[in-house]
């Protein structure tokens, strides 16, 4: 019933981060829980992109692409 009723699809997308397993985590909070490390700088010391405002925030337009070709992908 529901199939192609969908009349808008909002996605935020902020900003974009390198993202390493980290089983260590203990959890706790709602960062903690994804057991991830994330960081803007790559393997080779440069930033991801140029840094915004607010200092969380890198430009890096790849990476709006990247997901919503994910989204593509896995919902068609």
Do not use: C, E
Not at 42 to 58: C, H, R
């Amino acid at each position: 019933m529901l199939r192609g009723s969908i009349d808008f699809v909002g996605v935020n997308h902020y900003t974009t981060s390198f993202v390493k397993d980290d089983q260590s985590s203990k959890g706790g909070s709602w960062w903690a829980d994804s057991r991830t490390w994330t960081t803007h700088t790559g393997i080779d010391g440069k930033d991801i992109g140029p840094q915004a405002d607010p200092w969380w925030l890198y430009v890096y337009p790849p990476g709006m692409r990247g997901v919503l070709n994910w989204i593509n992908k896995r919902y068609n």
